[in-house]
Every structure is written in C-alpha cells, then in structure tokens.
C-alpha cells in the first residue's frame, strides 16, 4: 500500500460544528508498512464548496506546499472566518524521498457564533417561581413554519440548568447532560447542531426539557442553588432554503411552557417520573398547547458564552446483569459485575399508579441488601409511576449515579433478559492505551484503572459518582492526568477543564481546590475554623502541572500559551506567601489518606512549589520566553537551596521521613545530585521496613514507583505492585474492586467497612500507577524536547512476576506498540511497532544478542535509534534479572 493521509482533525475533532477558534489547528496522521517513513512536506487546501476543493480552486486558503515534518497543530492561516460558516479541507504530504502522496479524503468543520451581537435569542424558563423544594422539569416549545425547501439548518442551544432538545418528535444530538459544567457566573458552554434532516416544509416545531442540573440543582455537599434558583433555556435555528434566504427561530416570549412526566429531577437526589402526566406528542407541531403557560424571559446572561470544545458526555456502554437475588417480596437486586456511573434504564409492565423504584450502590451488605451507608446526603434514587398499558422503557433524564448493583422495587417478577440495561456514561474521549501483562491481577488493575476514569471524566474530572461530592478536585486531576493521557485522548476534555480552573483563579493569583469552584471556598470558609485560601499545595499546583502534561502528550503549545499568565501569577502568589521560599503549612489536604505515614505539610508544599517553578521554567522554554527561563529558573534554584538547608539533614534524611517525600523529591527533581543516592536508599529503606508495603497518600502514590524505577529500584517497584495485602493495589483487586477505591481501607477482612463518610468505591486518584505500567513496565515515554511521541523513548523494565508485556498507544501520529516477553531461560524479546514521521530511542535491559530487522542494525548494543515500522530485538538477561 502506498503512504496515505487519514484520521483528519481540527482542534482535536473529526467535522466539529460551531468552533469559535478564529485560528483551527489541522492534524494528520501518515499511514505506510515501510520502514523509516516520514513526511519532509506538507500542503493544506481549504475552501468554502466540496466542488472546489475537488477542482483544485480552494477559494479559503492554500498552503502550498511547505517544506516541514509538522502533522499535528499546524494552524490555519487562510482567509478571515466568519461565523458559521463552512469549510471543506483536504491535505497531502511529501513522503523521504520528496513524492507527493494522494490528496486525503476531504473533511469538514463549521463555525460557530464569534460574536455577543450574534445571539438573538432570548433566555426563557417558567413563568411560575417554584415554591417547592423540588423543582420539576420544564417543558417548552413553539412551532413555525417553513414555505421553502431547506439547504442547511443549524440549530445553536445552551441552558443554565440542562437541556434535551427535541425536533418534530425527535431528540437532537446523542449528548446527556448538555451544555456541560462551568462556572456559570462566567461562562457558560453552548452546542452546535446540523438539524437539517429534522426539518420539512410546513409545520415544524422545537422544543425542549429543562433540567435544573449544576445551575440550579444540588451540588456537592454546597446544596443546591449554588449559580442559581431557575434554570433557563437558549436556543437559536438558523434555517437557510434552497434559494439563498434565510431565517432564525430564536428562544422569546412566544415560546409556551408546562410540566410533564418529571416531577423533580436532581444530579444528587436523582429523579422521579409520573409517567401518566407526560404530554403525549408534546414536541410535534400539531399539539395543541392552549393550557400551556407564556415562557418567562429572564435578563440578559452577562457570563460569556463559549462553543463546547470537549466530547459530550454520552451512553459509551450498555451492560446487562450478571446475577440477581430476590430482598423482599416485590424487589430484586441485579448486579452488573461492574462499578460505574451512570444510570439504569428498564421496561416494566404494570397497571396506571403502580410505583417502581430504582435504587443504586456500589456495594452490598453482608445479607445482600444495598450498602448506602457511603452516600451521605445523596439519594441515588429513580422513581417512575406508570401509566399502564403497554410496557414503557424507563430512564432518568438529569440525574446519574455511581453502582454495580440496583434494587428494582415494585415487580411481581424477576425481570427477563434484555429488560434492564446499566447505562453507563461519561465523557465521550477516545481510547488510546492498551495494557495487558502475563498476570491478571495486574490486567485486572489496569481495567479498574480505565474505570475509574471513566466513571468520574463527567464534564470534569470529578472526584466520585456516587456521594454528595461530585467534585472537580484539582489535586485529584493532577496527579492522575499522565495516566489519563495514556488510556484516552483527553487533551479536548482537559482544554476545557482547565479553562474552569483558571476561571476560578482568584486576583492574587491562587488557583483553586475544586474547579468549577461552585463557592467551594465559601462552603470550606463558613464549615471550618482552620480555613485558610484555596491555595493547597498539590491541589492549587494543576494549574502548571496540567497544561505542561497536554504539551508533553500531545505537543499541544496553545495551551500553555493560552494559560502562561495565570502559571506566572500562581507562581508570584506562592513565592509571596512564602518566608524564605517556604511555603506555609497549611495546606488542607496534604497527602491525603496516606496510611500511617504524616507526611509534613510545609515540606509537601516547598516541594510542590519547585516543581511548579521548575516545569514553568520548561513552559518559557517552550515559548520563547527567554527572560522568564532565566529568571524562574534562578528562583528555582533558590527554594531547592532552601529545602535542603531547611529540611534535609546531613545523612540526607527529609524531615518527615515518609516515603511520599522522597518519592517526590526525587520525581521533582528538587534535589541536587549528591543526595539523590541517599534519597533511594532511604526510601526503599521505608518500603522494606513496611514489610513491602506502600504508605503514600493521593499526592505520592503516583510518584513511588516511577522514582524507584527511575533510580534503579526496579524490582522494589515491582514488589510493591505485586502487593496484595493492605495497604496495595492489588488488596482491592483481590476482593473484588472493579474500580479503583478512595482509600487504601475501603473495606478490610477484619472490620468490614470503613470510614462511610468518606469511603469511595470509585475514585480515580489512587489508579495514578497506569503511568509507571506505560512509562515503564512497557517503556513508552515521550521526550519533552520533540513532545507528543515525535520521538519515543521506549525503554522497557522487566521484573518482578511479569513475563511478559503487551502495550499499546495511539498517539498523534499513529499507533506505538511494545510488546516484551521474557522466556525462563534469560531470553528476552521486544517487539516494537513506530509510527511513520515519528522516531524511538530504544534502550534494551542487556546488549541485543540478535535483531529481526533486516539487517539494518548491528546486535551487540543495548540501545538503538530507529524510525517507523515493526522491529523485534531479542537480548539475554542475567539468571537473576530472569527469576519470576
């Protein structure tokens, strides 16, 4: 096959409607079997017709042809775009030997409103104030009509609260949970939507379902209306007809409202449906709404409306149980086999006014009921009272909810087969990693690790599906956003959420603990005496840490450029709050959930703020900013002299004396050189003396084994992975976790369960580990200097019980393979596969004995410089690197 153009994107997206970046960014991927392919050229051509790209007459830009290896964020440098407008795009490339390859399939975007000016429509909810507690779902509508056949039809809609958009009887889009999470006293996301097949000539009508979701729902443990009491809808269809005209349909005072089936319908306290009160045909034009009440405007939105850049949440998974038992006399338990968040959709038959109830958990207790105990004040409950008649399928519409196991109560009899469905939903990122090893307990490990990502990547990353919290933790974030990057494509998911954080940032610099903030600080202020400003080291340090791993994974410098202000006040902010470059000890949070270990808060702290220091040093590298590279890299210098004089004795022990501080002391790369020994030998001193146990919390776990590997502590790394008694990864996966738990004690043999108010069974945090199975079990790690795998370092380390190791990552320019086996004899064998236009530095545990390669590369040598296409080195470890 010849070399090929696929997988085209703009700003991460295959055809995004309604971007509002003036600038896209286009990328590519090169696809060719041969070896040492990669691209010396490349020409872009944009135009605003398909006919015109296919005649060569692209009318919007043409890059001609530009002598460059850059496949991925190349930026739009054409015409000036306006909005909505459409354009076609196609790209080529020249190959090593300067041959052009076929122009690629033609793609697409669209753009979406660029201006305030351009909204038209209204922001419209009830006319009635709810006076209840709960507030129900809105229903809302209008109709028009349409004399002329229809081109082109684009409808744009946001809410304060969520929304489910519907066209003569359908539901556009496939997203829940529209628009998304922010801080809607900033900003507010707004989605775009091609409803041209929706639409027909004469009567049409839109409508919606408005939901008070974050807006005006319960969030967290802040109680409900923490942006707002009424949520509200915005919507405007822009029609264009055949014969150039055109017209909007906007949301105004002629739109009509009710209430239907939801009777209140709450993120925390979930949902109840009467089934009998929906307006049967609501959403067609021909529904008669003479009962229905004028739509109220509200004022004028004075946040900023922003076109949705991460994927939508959406159903990725529908699962169904694996086993069931009967609690009582009209209820049953279902279980999954698998935590996740989500929600359960079911068909129950039944006569008008019967109630069925959905309940849902993570755990079961000891007689096989539902463990709720962990909820608090959350109600992961959905109730439906239904009509009668024909058997209704039957699901929340803006609530969600972490389980494995449902209690259905109100059935005669165990549903069959196919009658009830776990939903599960997140944010829609492509997967990117594989990873799977000689042991399933490891394999089993790496799948909660996925789970747990997929259960709390809901808009934000959150901290938990299940409890009254729902945060989005930043410290959380952080430290799990490496190991993200390998199991999915999170670099859009991670653009917007870090826009949250800095919309949080305060004036003086300090970034926040939970983003959106959702008056977290308020809520921490007036609930504790100890309250100091949400600057909490590890916490408030993902405002650096983040975007310099989206550089790092994905080459992306938007970012870092977008957010280089907002870096430099949190570092201005940390170095003020300092006396003598160390930072105070008040960090709330400090190691969090660490066992047995204290780890001191100034020490943790002093260390996070080098490291922040240090990686913007990086970040001005990468920019250009010389005079801020020399500047924070003396200011650097300075809190690394003044951690040692201040807390590392003469022996080399840090004050402290925990695992976690050396682990990050030496993943920081806070220490200067001759205490780096002394540091390894203290912390694997600290495991050993643990019988083999870790002892590290939420900010060290992530960094424990890559520091051990790092500085030849590898079959120690290895141990502790192994673990599977308290406290260790492997301790829940041997009793049955299919997610990862909050804490290291979730639950114990010898006194069951632990901690309820504060006990997950679905946290993300602790899975931190995916990033040393990739980084280094598998060996696969990007350079900083030519980011997002242009060039691999794929070194491998093998130990422990593994013999084998099968890898995998899709990166920006193409799947990476590394796939090791180690036989009992010492034979060790890695096979690689590189993408073309990228290149590895492969560095063997022992000289290679013989390379499949084609004689391209001598053996005798541990390492090797290769470029794209498939290699197998085989090399002879040592008996004792070969024990399993």
Known sequence: MPPAIEKLTVDYRTNPIGIDNPKPRFSWILTDEARNQYQTAYQIQVATELAKLSEDRPDLWDSGQVPSDQSLHVIYEGRELVSEQIAYWRVRVWDKRGTPTAWSEPAYWSMGLLGRNEWHGEWIGSGVSPEEEWIPGLYLRRTFALNRPVRRATVYASALGLYELRINGRKVGSDRFAPGWTDYHTRVLYQAYDVTDFLTEGGNAVGAILGTGWYAGTVGMMGRGVYGTRPRLLVQLHVEYADGTGERIVTDGSWRTSTGAILYSDIIKGEKQDTRLEPQGWDSADFQDLTWYPAE?????EGTLTAQQDPPILVMESLTPIAAHRTGPQSFVYDFGQNMAGWTRLRVPGTEGRTIKVRHAEMLNPDGTLYTENLRKAVQEDVYVLRGGEALWLEPHFTYHGFRYVEVEGLENELPPGDLLAQAAYSSLPTTGDFETSDPAVNRLYRNIVWGQ???????????????????????????????????NVAAFFRKYMQDVVDAQREDGAFPDTAPDANWSHFKKVSSANWHAPDNAGWGDAGVIIPWTMYLMYGDTKILEDHYEAMRKWIDYCESTCEGLIRPGYADHADWLSVGAETPKDVLATLYFAYSTRLFVRIAGVLGRKADVLAYEELFKRIQTAFVERFVARDGKIEGDTQSLYAMALYFEVLPDFLKPQAVRRLAELVRENDGHLSTGFLGVGCLLPALTEHGETELAYELLHQN??????????????TIWERWDGWTEENGFQSPS?????????????????????????????????????????????TSVNARYESGYGPIESNWKLEPDGQFTLSVRIPPNAYATVTLPAPAVRLEDGGEHPPGRETYRIGSGSYTFICRMEARQASV
């Not at 008694?725 to 299919?738: D, E, N």
């Not at 504060?758 to 696969?780: C, D, I, Q, T």
Request: hydrophobic share 35%; proline share 8%; with cysteine.
């Open 297 to 301: 405007v509200f004022d004028y939105y």
């Open 454 to 488: 997929k259960g709390n990547f809901f808009s934000v990353p959150t901290d938990c599906p299940q409890r009254d919290e729902r945060l989005g933790w930043t410290g959380d974030a952080q430290v799990f956003v490496r190991t993200a990057s390998y199991n999915m």
């Open 725 to 738: 008694t308290f406290p260790s990864w492997l301790y829940s996966v041997r009793h049955g976790a299919t």
């Open 758 to 802: 504060m006990n997950s069974f679905n946290h993300y945090s602790l899975g931190s580990v995916g990033e040393w199975m990739f980084r280094f079990a598998a060996g696969l790690e990007p350079d900083p200097e030519r980011p997002a795998f242009k060039h691999i370092r794929l070194k491998p380390c093998p130990g422990g019980r593994l």
